[in-house]
Nanobody, 125 residues
């Protein structure tokens, strides 16, 4: 089970930190990713982290502004979001996948195994 938190309303240029708490499985055995879905748009996977591969992945839309990290001992993942833009407004979800292909990064062929409920991020202009 995953639970995302930390969303809220922030002005453009501001920062937010999202958290994703995991329970019922060993965090380090999974790659964890962040997805978001804006109104009227498809869900976008924009960042993920694989402890086993020792890699982090970012979509161009967030590269340089967002930082993903994890604390496997606490079964927690974090997303530090800086320089937020109105186009970052979306419902943000965390997800976990056991059989992660490090060569595919954000475009995994297998479906993600677990999803958290979303947390809303609203960036005002």
């Amino acid at each position: 089970q995953l639970q995302a938190s930390g969303g809220g309303l922030v002005q453009a240029g501001g920062s937010l930190r999202l958290s994703c708490a995991a329970s019922g499985f060993t965090f380090g055995d999974y790659a964890i990713g962040w997805f978001r879905q804006a109104p009227g748009k498809e869900r976008e996977g924009f960042s993920c982290i694989s402890s086993s591969a020792g890699k982090t992945y970012y979509a161009d839309s967030v590269k340089g502004r967002f930082t993903i990290s994890s604390d496997n001992a606490k079964n927690m993942m974090y997303l530090q979001m800086n320089s937020l833009k109105p186009e970052d407004t979306a419902v943000y979800y965390c997800a976990a996948i056991r059989r992660f292909d490090p060569y595919r990064g954000l475009t995994q062929r297998r479906p993600w195994d677990a999803w958290g409920q979303g947390t809303l991020v609203t960036v005002s202009s």
